[in-house]
């Protein structure tokens, strides 16, 4: 069974960092894209940052330059260090795989981790 677990997130003020983790078990096909995305309350879920086939690795516009995505040593494993945290940042981030084999088409998500950044 596939499982997603996420940690790491929490309350910080503004201009303070966060680092979320994520690990990926049972894993039985090749991971196209790995990264996180983010709902706030009453906005749609939205790319944070990812890893995509092809070897691209994409940012959404608002966290340019603050946060940054990277993989761990262990294997299936992503993290996404925070910097500079704003209000707007608080939103349940969920970790996102998406993979294919023999012709199938796999996605998971993470439970969600909350990050609420107070002013």
């Known amino acids: 069974q596939v499982q997603l677990v996420e940690s790491g997130g929490g309350l910080v003020q503004s201009g303070g960092s966060l680092r979320l983790s994520c690990a990926a078990s049972?894993?039985?096909?090749?991971?196209?894209?790995m990264g996180w995305y983010r709902q706030a309350p009453g906005k749609q879920r939205e790319l944070v940052a990812g890893y995509f086939s092809g070897g691209s690795i994409k940012y959404a516009d608002s966290v340019k330059g603050r946060f940054t995505i990277s993989t761990g040593n262990a294997k299936n494993t992503v993290f996404l260090q925070m910097n500079s945290l704003k209000p707007e940042d608080t939103a349940v981030y969920y970790c996102?795989?998406?993979?294919?084999?023999?012709?199938?088409?796999?996605?998971?998500w993470g439970q969600g981790t909350q990050v609420t950044v107070s002013s």
């Open positions: 049972g894993v039985f096909f090749s991971i196209n894209d």
């Open positions: 996102h795989i998406l993979g294919r084999d023999f012709g199938r088409e796999y996605v998971y």
